[in-house]
């Protein structure tokens, strides 16, 4: 074996081939695109360089708000377009300065922007300027405001329905006494509106707003009058723009039955149901202007499908598994009710000299047929064919499933149904035919703030595998449980801490009975890195390597962004298999590294180097992993 494992992952690129597409994206690079419209944008005939400088009269954070809110500050290192473009910019600048000043309760203060030592609002825009020109960005905040009287005409009755609970508009800092910001008067009205509506008034509005300032004693005055309107239902729901889709399934798959009560929850739940078809670029809910003298509130679904096919390719390459080339093609919307096949196909192993048997193949196809007796739940059909040569075991076999899953909240799903599996297993303990029908089932939680790039938030999963094995007459069960948490701090989430915990025990026959592909065994990328992919099993203390009953494993990882696109990791990860028993920590398997990670808009491309810190004969001396996201 070679001192190192190098293991190289381009993830699939999907394409979704249209006769108009003029520009080709991976990794937030945008290929054969037309410069022509941000070449023209680019050419500034009359350039009009500046210097600026900024001067706040008031220490404190005021400074930071005035240089935040400046485009004069923000585009300073560009010259403007023209006299007249940097006019036009300084005397935005007075609007931006202003309102961020009252967004910190400052509303006494005075702005001065002077351009080559005179006011912007008294420059004509054809004023010649100097070649740079000196801009001053004066600023005197003046004190600082405080509500002094507050208060909400026609507030919201108090509900004891957790499900329409608004937070009181005090949550916020509307109340005497608080720092009178601008922003905090329209998260008030925000919630006070919110209220109304999560009791049914769809069309609750500001009435009024007065707001009244002090400037004598440095407070702020301000009523806010609601009118809440007429209490709602769901009217009758209008769908426009399926081509091939089926509009009653349409306005079915939303959920939202004419005549139930007004919930802008449930129109928010409509929406993601929608999403989660993935057979439209854009799918609107459009409230009519008025509800009816009825108290229906109709509404307007507009939608627009996608194409009817996807095709992806990808490959893989290391130095121990080879080159791997995989590719799929999905079908959407088969028969007008969002239904979906996907066929995946992938040939690995091919090293040269060439040697088709050392191949592995994996061949399978995937259907699925969304809102299968609720809009939340999908009939999902699978079958797959496959041939692989891992490191303790050689696996020949054909899997079919057949179940539900169902989405319970944006956090909560399950999926549950039957399997059946024919295989051939290849080991130390020789060739052996497996035969097994069972069941399966799974509960998955997931509270994390982001899937691809986590910094808060956790994941858990539970899943459990009943099944019966013919060709030796055991039953059997497989239970696996994981766990995932993470912890941002510092400014935007700079640092985070990420944990991982996976555990897993099969209950059966002696492990020679069991098929390979039931135990467990540990090692490589979303494992214990700096091992081998499937190395981690049991001794049988002849050298020769088994899987187990039981599997524990964990990780642990310090990610810091160093730049905006650039970051660096460390982390530890630690498992074990075992027979019968769990083993003591003296047969931990440790492994730990580095990484760094580039930050794209598809998600961190990720470069990890591990050794492992127990290494036994047969381990490599390290292993770099490549990949897309996170390693969890």
């Known amino acids: 074996m070679s001192l190192g494992a190098l293991g190289i992952a381009l993830p699939l690129a999907s394409v979704a081939w249209t006769p108009q597409a003029s520009a080709f994206e991976i990794f937030g690079i945008k290929l054969f695109e037309d410069q022509s419209d941000k070449d023209a944008d680019a050419v500034i005939a009359d350039p009009q360089p500046y210097t600026v400088d900024v001067s706040v009269t008031q220490i404190g954070s005021a400074e930071a708000t005035v240089r935040n809110a400046s485009a004069l500050v923000a585009d300073a290192g560009e010259p403007a377009s023209g006299a007249a473009g940097l006019l036009a910019k300084a005397r935005g600048d007075y609007r931006r300065i202003l309102a961020a000043l009252y967004n910190e309760g400052y509303y006494g203060g005075s702005i001065s922007i002077r351009v080559g030592g005179v006011e912007a609002s008294s420059l004509a825009p054809d004023v010649n300027l100097p070649d740079p020109v000196a801009v001053a960005i004066v600023v005197t905040p003046g004190p600082l405001f405080k509500f002094n009287r507050v208060q909400v005409v026609n507030q919201a009755p108090t509900t004891n329905d957790p499900n329409d609970f608004v937070e009181p508009v005090s949550s916020v800092g509307y109340g005497s006494g608080e720092i009178a910001r601008s922003s905090v008067v329209l998260k008030a009205e925000q919630l006070a509106l919110e209220a109304w509506r999560q009791q049914g008034y769809a069309k609750a509005e500001i009435a009024n707003r007065e707001v009244v300032a002090d400037h004598a004693n440095s407070t702020v005055d301000v009523t806010i009058t609601v009118n809440p309107g007429a209490k709602a239902a769901f009217g009758d729901i209008v769908v426009s723009g399926t081509e091939n889709m089926d509009a009653d399934f349409v306005r079915w798959e939303t959920g939202i039955v004419p005549g139930q009560e007004y919930d802008p929850d449930d129109v928010t739940l409509a929406q993601k149901r929608l999403d989660r078809l993935e057979v439209f670029s854009a799918a609107r809910l459009q409230a009519a202007d008025a509800i009816g003298s009825n108290g229906l509130l109709p509404y307007n679904l507009i939608v627009q499908e996608l194409p009817g096919r996807r095709f992806g390719v990808g490959a893989t390459y290391s130095t121990i598994d080879g080159l791997g080339i995989e590719g799929f093609h999905l079908w959407r919307n088969l028969f007008g009710h969002a239904e979906r096949l996907r066929l995946d196909a992938k040939i690995a192993s091919i090293a040269f000299p060439i040697d088709t048997e050392e191949f592995d193949y994996q061949f399978g196809g995937t259907f699925t047929k969304p809102g299968v007796f609720t809009p939340d739940t999908d009939l999902v059909a699978s ?250």
């Open 383 to 632: 079958i797959s064919a496959e041939r692989t040569l891992y490191p303790t075991y050689t696996e020949t076999s054909i899997n079919g499933r057949l179940g539900l899953n169902h989405t319970l909240t944006d956090q909560i799903s399950f999926e549950g149904g039957v399997e059946y599996e024919r295989s051939r297993f290849d080991d130390v303990f020789g060739t052996r035919d497996f035969s097994l029908a069972g069941l399966y089932g799974g509960i998955t939680y997931d509270g994390r703030d982001d899937a691809v790039d986590p910094t808060s938030g956790i994941f858990a999963s539970a899943n459990v595998e009943p099944f019966y094995e013919f060709s030796y007459g055991n039953p059997a069960a497989r239970l696996v449980l994981e766990g995932r948490t993470y912890f941002g701090f510092g400014d935007n989430n700079q640092f985070v801490l990420a944990g991982r915990l996976k555990a897993g025990a099969l209950i059966g026959p002696e492990l020679s009975e069991i098929p390979p592909d039931k135990l467990f065994f540990a090692g490589g990328g979303g494992s214990v890195r700096g091992y081998g992919f499937k190395s981690i099993g049991v001794d049988d203390g002849n050298g020769n390597v088994t899987g187990g009953r039981y599997l524990l494993e964990g990780s642990l990882e310090a990610r810091a962004k160093v730049t905006k696109d650039i970051g660096v990791v460390g982390f530890i990860d630690g498992g074990y298999v075992a027979a019968d028993r769990f083993p003591g920590l003296e047969d931990l398997k440790l492994g730990a590294g580095i990484g760094v990670r580039y930050y794209t808009g598809l998600g961190p491309l990720r470069a990890d180097i591990a050794i492992p810190l127990n290494k036994r004969p047969g381990d490599p001396d390290y292993a770099i992993y490549v990949g897309i996201g996170q390693s969890f």
